[in-house]
């Protein structure tokens, strides 16, 4: 099966160097180029890519903004932001809305391969970064935590790369039922949203990212 791909980038090298490189790969077909997040927009409702690999600081509209506006018109494409910035709380922010997150130091392999496992559905955030949430997020907390089966199973949906509707269907259960949970899941971490949810899970050991 081939991927189809749309890069944004601002920097013409950045951007031809990224598709010269995937189209190494056979498996990989670049159908388009964008200069600004704005043109990723377009193109991306224009040619349906299956993956949209997003810069996140770019001209007009920067790449967080894009990847909310393709989320909209373009359901089915995954997204990936790749990015230089220093992890922080808007990266946090940002992670918790796109399938993959990686870093622009990134090998080749490592690339191909998160744009393969964010094209078949699963989460992809570069182990960099992941290292680097933890960081951020400091020792685990000091809390102790008591999640129903129930809450335990739609947590560790949390940590791919589905959709509380995906969720739903994956557990056979209403799509509002999984936000109570969620909802549920992030009062007893004391967390704010889904991704330091996720985090302080892992930092816990209540589910891994494997």
Same mark, same amino acid.
């Given at each position: 099966?081939t991927?189809?791909?749309?890069?944004?980038?601002?920097h013409?090298v950045?951007?031809?160097? !990224?598709a010269m490189v995937?189209?190494l790969d056979?498996?990989?077909e670049i159908?388009?180029?964008?200069?600004?997040?704005?043109?990723?927009?377009?193109?991306?409702?224009?040619?349906?890519p299956?993956?949209?690999? !997003?810069? %996140?600081k770019?001209?007009?509209l920067?790449?967080?903004?894009a990847?909310?506006?393709?989320? %909209? /018109?373009?359901?089915?494409?995954?997204i990936?932001i790749?990015?230089?910035?220093?992890v922080?709380?808007?990266?946090?922010?940002v992670i918790e809305?796109?399938?993959? &997150?990686?870093?622009?130091?990134?090998?080749?392999?490592?690339?191909?391969?998160?744009i393969?496992?964010?094209?078949?559905?699963?989460?992809?955030?570069?182990s960099?970064v992941?290292e680097?949430?933890k960081?951020?997020?400091?020792? *685990?907390?000091?809390?102790?935590?008591? %999640?129903?089966?129930r809450e335990?199973?739609?947590l560790r949906?949390?940590?791919? *790369?589905?959709?509380?509707?995906?969720i739903?269907?994956? %557990? &056979?259960?209403?799509?509002?039922?999984?936000?109570?949970?969620a909802?549920n899941?992030?009062a007893?971490?004391?967390?704010p949203? /889904?991704? /330091?949810a996720?985090?302080?899970a892992?930092?816990l050991?209540?589910?891994?990212l494997?």
């Amino acid at each position: 099966m081939t991927v189809r791909i749309l890069i944004a980038d601002d920097h013409e090298v950045v951007r031809k160097g !990224l598709a010269m490189v995937l189209r190494l790969d056979p498996a990989f077909e670049i159908v388009g180029e964008a200069r600004d997040g704005a043109e990723a927009v377009s193109r991306a409702e224009a040619l349906c890519p299956d993956v949209a690999l !997003l810069d %996140l600081k770019m001209p007009i509209l920067a790449g967080d903004a894009a990847a909310r506006q393709i989320r %909209l /018109r373009c359901p089915q494409t995954r997204i990936i932001i790749l990015t230089g910035a220093e992890v922080d709380d808007a990266v946090f922010d940002v992670i918790e809305m796109v399938d993959g &997150f990686v870093l622009k130091d990134i090998s080749p392999d490592e690339l191909s391969r998160a744009i393969r496992s964010v094209a078949a559905g699963e989460r992809y955030v570069h182990s960099v970064v992941v290292e680097r949430m933890k960081a951020e997020m400091g020792s *685990a907390p000091d809390i102790r935590v008591s %999640l129903s089966p129930r809450e335990m199973e739609v947590l560790r949906q949390m940590a791919t *790369a589905a959709t509380y509707r995906e969720i739903g269907q994956k %557990l &056979f259960i209403s799509e509002e039922t999984v936000r109570s949970h969620a909802k549920n899941i992030l009062a007893k971490l004391n967390q704010p949203n /889904r991704t /330091r949810a996720v985090v302080v899970a892992v930092k816990l050991g209540l589910i891994t990212l494997d």
